[in-house]
């Protein structure tokens, strides 16, 4: 059984930083496409930052290069976020994903988690 979840999340305040886990169960996130998504209220889901299989290409979308980035460590199957000014328009649920195949920034990937918060706010 495949289970992806995410920690990390919380209130910030403009100009912070966070950084979101993603730990894995039942797939070996080496071999998996990872994209983080986010999805605000009244808001379709947006792909934020993606890496391919084997730790191949890595992707942002416009709206957070520069200021987030991927990283991994495949020993312990975890994938992570780091974002830095973090700003209102960036608060969110935030979830990761997998799939077996490149899928870039599409949120069609097979597996998702189950989300965590991500509130900027003063």
């Known amino acids: 059984q495949v289970q992806l979840v995410e920690s990390g999340g919380g209130l910030v305040q403009p100009g912070g930083s966070l950084r979101l886990s993603c730990a894995a169960s039942?797939?070996?996130?080496?071999?998996?496409?990872v994209g983080w998504f986010r999805q605000a209220p009244g808001k379709e889901r947006e792909g934020v930052s993606c890496v391919s299989n084997g730790v191949g290409t890595t992707y942002n979308s416009d709206s957070v290069e520069g200021r987030f980035t991927i990283s991994w460590d495949f020993d312990k199957n975890m994938v992570y976020l780091q974002m830095h000014n973090l700003q209102p328009e960036d608060t969110a649920v935030y979830y990761c994903?997998?799939?077996?195949?490149?899928?870039?920034?599409?949120?069609?990937?097979?597996?998702w988690g189950q989300g965590t918060q991500v509130t900027v706010s003063s």
């Open positions: 039942g797939v070996t996130l080496y071999y998996y496409a």
């Open positions: 994903a997998a799939d077996p195949l490149p899928k870039g920034l599409r949120p069609d990937y097979e597996y």
